[in-house]
């Protein structure tokens, strides 16, 4: 378990949901990994992420799905690509990424809490 923190702590990491408008492969990449580009509405608008998912995602078929993302993380060049937002996920019982999503369509941008 991570060290425990307070409530502020938590409030201070800025995870919104957002819509996946595009992906792309990333072949350049170090480690199998998609370009996304998540509409995330309001001010935020489009941002990019580099994602390590292509064990159980093809770039077709994220378009249109909602992924939880932080969006308050600085930007971090992934090769040519600058990564905007990091995409949520967890570990399968092999160790590959599965996104997190809400259970059902909410409205983009909605902060989680």
Known sequence: MADTISFEDFQRVDIRVGTVVDA??????????????????????????SAQITKHYSPDRLIGRQVLAVVN?????????????LV??????????????????????????
């Open 73 to 85: 993380f600085p930007p971090r060049q992934i090769g040519s690509f600058l990564s905007e937002v």
């Open 88 to 113: 949520l996920g967890v570990p399968d019982e092999d160790g590959e990424v599965v996104l997190l999503r809400p259970d059902l369509k909410v409205p983009d941008n909605g902060r989680m809490y």
């Open 24 to 49: 792309q492969p990333f072949p350049e990449a170090r480690k199998p990994a998609i370009k996304l580009w998540v509409e995330f509405g309001g001010g935020l608008g489009v941002r990019k992420s």
